[in-house]
């Protein structure tokens, strides 16, 4: 077993597979950040608006500029976007799932047919790598987006949460992460939450939720204990 893992940690840092894994050391340190609250995660995916609209607008008549906006269609570069579920899915978690795809393509397809380390047969290796793992990533990402596009629609329909109590689930309530658990007639319902005001919130605590973010699904809360509030 422990042969094992070094031989895979050998191939990892051979110079064919090593950018691949600098990628994947990247992914893994961000998701690291995220779960020390570092990072502030979104859940919910945005939609993505790649329009000409008033931009496109003006730059028509600018020469070389409007030229460069007719040979760009951004239909093509959001279509893409879709077909990796990029707004439906957050672009992270999609990110990471390429990166892992990515990698995991390389190491197996340089062991396999590449024993030579070639740089050159390496680099011939991108093109079927990059195809596998787009569309690899559609359909693996393809539940994933559902599931949060039900979410999401969930959410839109529940009653307002601003002025209820929750439950804090979390280890702790910061300003850039945080969970609680909040009664909707009797079901329980899982909030993003967050604490600007520098409070110590802790796992299990009470909190009274004051306000919220539409944009980013998010609620502002404070200690509910507390006797007066500055809202």
Excluded: C
């Amino acid at each position: 077993m422990i042969e094992a893992v070094w031989n895979v940690a050998k191939a990892a840092l051979l110079p064919i597979n090593l950018p691949f894994t600098v990628l994947i050391a990247g992914v893994a340190f961000y998701w690291l950040l995220v779960v020390l609250g570092t990072l502030d995660f979104e859940f919910g995916g945005h939609d993505v608006d790649l329009g000409g609209g008033d931009g496109a607008d003006a730059h028509a008549g600018h020469g070389h500029e409007a030229h460069a906006d007719a040979a760009y269609d951004p239909g093509v570069f959001q279509g893409f976007l879709q077909f990796l579920h990029i707004g439906d899915a957050p672009v992270m978690v999609v990110l990471s799932v390429m990166a892992i795809i990515a990698w995991v393509f390389a190491m197996l397809a340089n062991i396999l047919f590449n024993s030579g380390s070639s740089l050159l047969f390496a680099a011939a290796l991108l093109v079927p790598n990059a195809i596998f793992t787009v569309v690899s990533t559609h359909y693996i990402m393809r539940p994933v987006a559902k599931f949060i596009r039900s979410l999401n629609e969930d959410a839109e329909k529940a009653p307002p949460v601003v002025g209820l109590v929750a439950e804090v689930t979390t280890s702790e309530v910061t300003a850039k992460f945080g969970l609680a658990l909040v009664q909707i007639k009797g079901a329980p319902l899982a909030i993003q939450i967050r604490n600007t005001r520098g409070e110590k919130i802790g796992k299990g605590e009470r909190v009274l939720v004051i306000d919220e973010d539409k944009k980013n699904n998010t609620f502002e809360v404070v200690k509910y204990n507390q006797t007066e509030l500055e809202v």
